[in-house]
């Protein structure tokens, strides 16, 4: 499925498979050209092996307009696979968090910025797949959820880790939005420590966190500031119903913030 770099021509778009952005298990990305607007960056999502899901409210997500929100342009069915055009960016907030970690200033502008795109996605009622630092995407400084609304494209894959997930995704138990606030709370201590706050080789390792923080609240035991202490430990907590709002959240984080 990657041999041909042969150009793909759908409608004003061609996506450059001679240019590979990145790739998962159920995608490639591929810089793209708009022949009627060549001086926005857009990129090419290309899943495998598929076809556009009666589900995809693709009508919906083009209609969304959020900085913090990863734009998409259109979508198209390929041979056996299906593309979406999307919004080119720069990076993402793992390769920002290689280089040097955030500060609790940072910490708390990435947090504002997430609160800003996931209340649209409240306001349409979209779902987000799997949030982890990977993808958070910056364009211009600015922090984009990605992977939002798609959900239907991708396929169940046996054995697949996902270190980042709430437990009631790990162990598939009833699911709300406040499966988002677990995992927001990993990647923004992921953000000021790169690094989990376990040690991760396999799920094994996951599971051992989970009966942890299930038998003994987690408690951030290293160096950090007390409200970014208090804030994450309120987010992970492996009882559902216990961890804080989203709503608590966003009054929480707009108070702390006028301070800050």
Do not use: W
Request: proline share 4%; hydrophobic share 35%; with cysteine.
């Amino acid at each position: 499925m990657i041999k041909d770099k042969s150009p793909i021509q759908k409608g004003n778009y061609i996506i450059l498979r001679d240019k590979l952005i990145g790739k998962g298990r159920h995608s490639f990305i591929y810089d793209c050209i708009n022949e009627l607007d060549k001086q926005t960056p857009f990129c090419a999502k290309i899943f495998f092996n598929t076809t556009i899901p009666r589900t995809l409210q693709f009508d919906k997500l083009k209609n969304i307009n959020n900085t913090n929100l990863l734009k998409y342009y259109e979508i198209f069915e390929h041979n056996k696979d299906v593309i979406i055009i999307m919004e080119k960016c720069d990076c993402n907030l793992k390769n920002i968090i290689d280089k040097q970690p955030l500060s609790e200033l940072d910490t708390y502008q990435l947090l504002r910025q997430f609160l800003s795109g996931y209340q649209t996605l409240i306001d349409v009622d979209l779902d987000l797949r799997e949030l982890k630092p990977a993808n958070i995407l910056v364009k211009n400084n600015v922090y984009k959820i990605s992977n939002y609304g798609i959900s239907s494209l991708y396929k169940v894959v046996e054995g697949e880790t996902k270190p980042f997930s709430a437990p009631e995704i790990f162990y598939e138990k009833e699911q709300t939005r406040i499966k988002d606030i677990f995992s927001l709370g990993l990647v923004l201590y992921f953000g000021f420590y790169n690094q989990l706050p376990y040690t991760y080789r396999s799920a094994v390792d996951q599971v051992a966190f989970f009966r942890q923080i299930k038998s003994i609240n987690f408690e951030i035991k290293k160096e950090i500031p007390l409200n970014l202490k208090q804030l994450l430990q309120s987010m992970i907590i492996y009882d559902p119903s216990q961890r804080i709002k989203i709503e608590e959240l966003q009054l929480q984080f707009n108070i702390e913030n006028k301070v800050i």
